[in-house]
């Protein structure tokens, strides 16, 4: 557990749940937004910080489901998800995840992070700004246990090889006995960072998808 004692940034102090800033409805879980807005938003978002973001548009629907289906949320008490971007598979998540259960999605960009809190209203739903290589502070500034899913859509293939290194040990690190963890990539670069943590994964396709997706799967042994 290298990075057990890493501090995150400063700016997850603002780890509250999120609020209905539209609306001021209580709860809604997942609340669909306009796929038009999330993409104009991903695109600018991808133009300012290409290496980060890697992808021109938000994940399909079909890729979300695929997700979802493979994590099997259903008994889940806590959920990470690492890259939520504009949120479309934030949303998918929590449509998936039982009452009371917590997610806590760790984002990069600042951009993104706002619009997570705007637009996103559930109280399962913590987002944090920072690192996921931070990923273990993260869930301690949460009061969170060991996660029974990990869901990333960090494109390991180009961010730097430290960083990516030391995500991949806090996400083999935190992760519950049984604990699942899914990564959607374009490219396999991410089994290398895993293999030596959690063997090899087996790989799920989604053609549909801009571009098509390998959805890699791996159960953390011991239960
Ligand atoms: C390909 S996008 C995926 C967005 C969204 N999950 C989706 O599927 O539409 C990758 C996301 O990972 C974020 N990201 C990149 N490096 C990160 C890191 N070290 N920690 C947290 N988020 C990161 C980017 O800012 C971006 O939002």
Known sequence: MSNLMNKPDAAIADARPTRD???GNSPARGRPEAPIR???AFLRGFLARPLEVASVAPSSRFL??????AADLSRAGCVVELGPGTGGTTRALLRGMPPGARLLAIELNPGFCARLHRQIADPRLIVQAGSADSLIAHLAQSHLPAPDVVVSGIPFSTIPPQTAARIADAIASCLAP???FLAFQFRPRVADYLRPHLGAPETLREWRNLPPMQVFRWVKPGR
């Open 21 to 23: 800033a539209d609306t």
């Open 38 to 40: 999330d993409g104009a």
């Open 64 to 69: 979300e489901q695929q997700v979802v289906r």
């Open 178 to 180: 049984g604990g699942r």
